[in-house]
């Protein structure tokens, strides 16, 4: 099995993070989230707006493990968060599929 190992250098996060706010705010914000969660993409796809609106904190139920997952929103997302949903309702999901299949 291939593991794959995190970025480490600051350096290259900050720049992979100027590039993809300016190629597209969703891509942006996917990459903040999963820095910021730890969380596989398959368990990001799935949350919505009200998963995360106003929390300081999110438990899921991991898609791989089936086991519950709980884990702080640092005050930074919480920011980023916040101007993401801004125009987002409760029910939609945080990541509108690209392909258009829903996060399930």
């Known amino acids: 099995m291939k593991y794959v ?4 250098d600051m350096d290259l996060i900050e720049k992979l993070k100027v590039i993809l706010k ?12 999963g820095i910021n969660s730890g969380l596989r993409i398959s368990d ?15 438990t899921i139920i991991e898609k791989k493990t089936g086991k519950e997952k709980r884990f702080k929103l640092n005050t930074s997302l919480q920011a980023e968060i916040k101007e ?5 309702s409760n029910d939609e999901y945080l990541f509108t599929p690209v392909n258009g299949k829903s996060g399930n």
Not at 5 to 8: E, G, V
Not at 22 to 33: E, G, S, V
């Open 22 to 33: 300016k190629q597209n705010y969703r891509n942006y914000f996917l990459f903040i989230f």
């Open 5 to 8: 190992q995190p970025i480490r």
């Open 84 to 88: 993401y949903i801004s125009n987002m």
């Open 44 to 58: 990001i796809l799935r949350l919505k707006v009200s998963d995360v609106k106003n929390k300081t904190h999110v």
